[in-house]
């Protein structure tokens, strides 16, 4: 499970970590966005999107409605990578039920640490492709071709959510409903906190340094050989 701010590249580090270990990526977010293009999105995905695009988080209850629709990507042969999820206390405690039904548990909570000033000025020059989903930044990661996927060639657009107005609010937000995720995981001592200034890479390698670490031996085996590739 990935924790951190918004603008603290969560998405770009499970997105490294789904190629490099294949397992199965599982973002709320992108969940929600995917549904907005059907041709009737139904009001409760909507009501979902108006939230996400005034920065706020969306309800407790539409949240774990879609992960539990989704329950099955939770059981993947490589494992599941949760991005954006949970981000509330009773979020979590949802999903430890759920996990507990399906005879599941977590490895790890990583939770990515960056300062606020950073964080307002990735998310302010952040560019998302509307196609893959891949993330660029117009000054510390800018596409080839200007405004468009270097993977896809699909347009890249500035998120309604990485606005001025809607980046203070997601912050508020954050700080105000997610420290009791955190300390929640604190206490099933699952939380790795890892650094997330630096470049992509960078944070990659210290996600799994630190995943490296872990007591869990298969795991901590299977990252301690990614560490070495």
């Known amino acids: ?9 969560k998405g770009t580090q499970a997105d490294l970590l789904n190629r490099r270990l294949h397992a199965c990526h599982l973002s709320t977010g992108e969940v929600f966005r995917a549904a907005a293009q059907l041709r009737e999105p139904s009001p409760a995905i909507q009501d979902a999107l108006a939230h996400m695009n005034r920065g706020e988080l969306v309800p407790d209850a539409i949240a774990c409605n ?33 996990m507990q039904d399906q005879e599941l548990s977590l490895h790890a909570v990583i939770n990515y640490t960056l300062p606020a000033e950073t964080i ?16 660029y930044h117009m000054t510390d990661r800018p596409p ?36 009791p995720v955190i300390d929640y995981y604190d206490k099933l001592k699952l939380i790795v906190e890892v650094d997330a200034t630096g470049t992509a890479e960078d944070v990659f390698a210290r996600t799994v340094l630190n995943l490296g670490a872990l007591r869990h031996v298969e795991f ?4 301690w050989v990614l560490g070495q590739e």
Do not use: W
Not at 151 to 177: F, M
């Open 220 to 223: 901590a085996r299977e990252m």
């Open 66 to 98: 879609i992960v539990s629709e989704r329950a099955d990507c939770l059981k993947c042969a490589g494992g599941f990578i949760l991005d954006g999820f949970p981000r509330t206390l009773g979020q979590a405690v949802q999903l430890q039920n759920l």
């Open 144 to 179: 080839k071709v200007e405004g468009r996927c270097g993977r896809c060639d699909g347009k890249l657009v500035h998120r309604e959510d990485d606005q001025p107005e809607a980046i203070q609010v997601r912050l508020e937000a954050y700080n105000h409903s997610t420290k």
């Open 1 to 9: 499970m990935l924790l951190g701010a918004p603008g603290a590249g």
């Open 120 to 135: 307002i000025a990735r998310l302010g020059g952040r560019r998302i492709c509307e196609k893959c989903k891949a993330v």
